[in-house]
């Protein structure tokens, strides 16, 4: 198979980025992929690293901003070309998101659930009329998507969650609370995971539904206040006898909501590892140069030894991590179950980008403590890698149980 688009600019005396079209027209053209990961690269370079710190600030992303992703298509990167979107693969996604890793968290979780979580139980498990009614909106973004799978008392053990839907007549009523929903203050759609039938307790009584943003019983909480990752939103998403109707039972099927949710993370995880690679490689960067400034002792601190190991362990751990992810990802990309390298990416990668952050903090001494520098935000920013998506120690029990099935079966 072999992907391509055009990017078109309508008026080129006003600036790339608010002006340029990508146009899917088929599939992985090196070329034209190049061309994509080059307007990405620039985009984030001149438009995005320069707001790094008034977003910080002011917990919130410009508005021009949010419209010049709509018009790049940042959007759809992932939503498949019949429903207006680019359609990339999985080892093209990983690749943008190396690319959206250079700036900060913040930019890339705003579209990332309409790339991710926030559509592909839709794209998954849909009926076509869902398909057609949502894929197209979350392409364009005017319309943003999350998903609801975390409870207060559900987290890690999702399988245990609590939310009700009950069939009356036409329609469910849910009842429950989610919480720690990315994008949910701004989501005009919610994914939601709820238990339609009280008599099986584990995954298999748990269904998937759309929920609308204004569909009475539906509430919001207060907006969460986080360590890092100022400028993306979570919080607790509420059902209080919230009915909705039966044709937003995604798929139109009890039962199938969580392999549906399963399956969305496995994606879900090998994204975070990418982007995990791309944060690690800003901060690398970051860290070099600022070695190479620095100086102590009369000459630049990248000169001494022990500066240098940091580096050299840095950038050996970013190189294989990166081999790593873009494996597994073409192992998707060839219909494989990646169910095990997905939690492999995503447990290295991550503990990798906390390492090299560590170190790099290291690197600038007393001034990476400081907000002046980029890598006190980063710092903070990729903690939260190594636990959304299945923590760390999910990831581990995932990898044990696959092996412990495949050597028993």
């Given amino acids: 198979m072999v992907i391509y688009f055009v990017l078109r600019n309508k008026n080129k005396g006003k600036g790339i980025y608010s002006n340029d079209i990508m146009e899917i027209l088929m599939i992985r053209d090196p070329e034209m992929l190049e061309q994509l990961l080059g307007t990405i690269r620039d985009f984030v370079r001149d438009e995005l690293v320069p707001l790094e710190h008034e977003v910080e600030e002011n917990n919130a992303i410009p508005e021009h901003i949010i419209n010049q992703m709509k018009e790049l298509g940042l959007f759809g990167l992932t939503i498949p070309e019949e429903y207006g979107g680019l359609g990339i693969t999985m080892e093209e996604e990983i690749l943008v998101a190396i690319e959206l890793g250079q700036t900060s968290a913040a930019f890339r979780s705003l579209i990332g659930t309409n790339n991710g979580i926030g559509s592909s139980g839709i794209l998954i498990d849909g009926t076509e009329e869902q398909k057609q009614k949502y894929l197209p909106r979350y392409a364009t973004g005017e319309i943003i998507g999350s998903f609801c799978l975390t409870e207060p008392d559900s987290g890690s053990d999702a399988a245990s969650l609590k939310t009700s839907a009950i069939k009356e007549g036409d329609y469910y009523v849910l009842n429950g609370t989610k919480r720690f929903i990315t994008n949910a203050p701004r989501a005009t759609t919610f994914t ?18 759309l929920v609308e943003a204004g569909t009475p019983g539906l509430s919001l909480g207060k907006i969460d206040k986080k360590m890092g990752q100022h400028g993306s939103y979570t919080c607790d998403v509420i059902f209080d006898n919230c ?5 937003q039972l995604i798929g139109g099927v009890e039962g ?18 990418g982007y ?18 620095r100086k102590q002792f009369g000459q630049p ?3 001494f030894q022990l500066i240098q190991g940091m580096l050299a362990d840095s950038k050996a751990e970013i190189y294989a991590a990166k081999c790593m992810v873009l494996d597994a990802a073409r ?10 390298e997905s939690s492999c990416a995503k447990m290295f990668a991550t503990e990798m980008c906390g390492r090299v ?53």
């Fill in 243 to 247: 009915k909705v109707h039966q044709d």
């Fill in 256 to 273: 199938i909501g969580f392999k549906t949710a399963m399956r969305v993370l496995d994606k879900g995880r090998l994204h975070i590892a």
């Fill in 192 to 209: 939601v995971m709820a238990r339609t039938n009280a008599e099986i307790k584990g995954a298999s009584g748990i269904s998937a539904f």
């Fill in 301 to 303: 601190i990248a000169s």
């Fill in 331 to 340: 192992l998707r990309d060839a219909g494989q179950n990646v169910t095990t």
């Fill in 276 to 293: 995990s690679v791309g944060m690690a490689e800003r901060m690398l960067d970051d860290a070099v140069n600022y070695a190479v400034e």
């Fill in 357 to 409: 952050a560590d170190r790099c903090l290291q690197i600038h001494g007393g001034a990476g403590y400081i907000s002046e520098y980029a890598i006190e935000r980063f710092y903070r920013d990729v903690r939260l890698f190594r636990l959304y998506e299945g923590t760390t120690q999910i990831q581990q029990i995932i990898i044990a149980r696959e092996l412990i099935k495949k050597a028993t079966a």
